[in-house]
């Protein structure tokens, strides 16, 4: 709470200072998404936009940047539109390694099948890992190294948590939104592609507790079906949304749109393709 007031005392400060309706942010503190969405809820900031690797390894591109403008004289502008920009591995190298490790697979002849397939895996309440094209910069995994689950399964939430990341059954996960479809979902009016915004589910979709749940203490009061996509509803109602955009990741769009005809519901779950306290797989070996 304290760091939220200090945050928007400055934002406050800042629209007074400068005559602008665009923010930028980086850093540590850009990675806060319930604040994020508290800033451009509240503020008259009109656009924004958010380094999606606002740790460390964000200064890449600031030495890209720098060595662009002063070294190379370059004066042309990279506007950035989405963050994958990690390593991609062609079809030889992934039946390679699938051979390699015995594994059992299918080969699709093209997308479409592709993602009607994956649909409906996940609509029958499956788990898949979704690996695709380049892995994505940054702290969050955007649909190329994910795992997918289908967001109104009750106990969709304890079945990851446990057989899967093996962490802490309470944490939530993030949804992955088609952009055309926010609204209708959640209490946002804007682009989150880096999943950096926290806000409300819609209220229509939530579910109030009864007056016998509110008696409940701790992970019992957790566990109470919060919405009608309650594996990525928290205790407060909200969520950590990413925008799935046709142009930047057509292929992931496809998919949600897929799972949308099967069950007229245009989000999935998405976390990270890892388990507690590794790193988001990278390479055909790590998925």
């Known amino acids: 709470v304290t760091f939220e007031k200090i945050v928007m005392q400055i934002i406050d400060r800042l629209q007074k200072k400068v005559p602008s309706n665009n923010l930028v942010m980086a850093g540590g503190c850009a990675m806060n998404g319930l604040v994020n969405g508290k800033i451009f809820k509240e503020s008259n900031f009109k656009n924004y936009f958010i380094q999606p690797a606002s740790t460390d390894d964000g200064t890449a591109l600031g030495a890209a940047y ?3 403008h002063n070294h190379l004289k370059r004066k042309e502008r990279f506007v950035m539109k989405h963050s994958f920009w990690g390593p991609s591995y062609n079809e030889d190298e992934i ?5 390699k490790k015995n594994l059992k697979y299918k080969k699709f002849d093209n997308t479409n099948e592709l993602t009607k397939h994956a649909a409906k895996v996940i609509s029958e309440s499956n788990v898949i890992g979704w690996y695709q094209g380049r892995s994505e910069w940054g702290s969050r995994a955007l649909g190329n190294r994910s795992i997918l689950a289908n967001p109104a399964h009750k106990n969709m939430k304890d079945i990851i948590n446990s057989k899967i990341k093996k962490r802490e059954s309470f944490r939530p996960f993030a949804p992955s939104v088609l952009r055309e479809d926010l609204n209708e979902w959640f209490e946002l009016d804007g682009d989150s592609p880096y999943m950096l915004l926290v806000s409300e589910v819609k209220k229509d979709k939530q579910i109030k507790m009864k007056k016998e749940d509110e008696n409940l203490f701790g992970i019992d009061k957790l566990n109470i079906k919060r919405s009608s996509i309650p594996a990525i509803t928290h205790v407060d109602y909200s969520a950590r949304i990413q925008t799935v955009h046709k142009e930047t990741n057509s292929r992931y769009y496809d998919l949600i749109k897929e799972f949308k005809k099967i069950t ?9 393709f890892n ?11 790590d998925a």
């Open 66 to 68: 720098y060595c662009w």
């Open 95 to 99: 039946l390679n390694e699938i051979n």
């Open 264 to 272: 007229n519901c245009p989000v999935l779950v998405n976390t990270s």
């Open 275 to 285: 388990v507690r306290g590794e790193p988001i797989v990278c390479s055909i070996e």
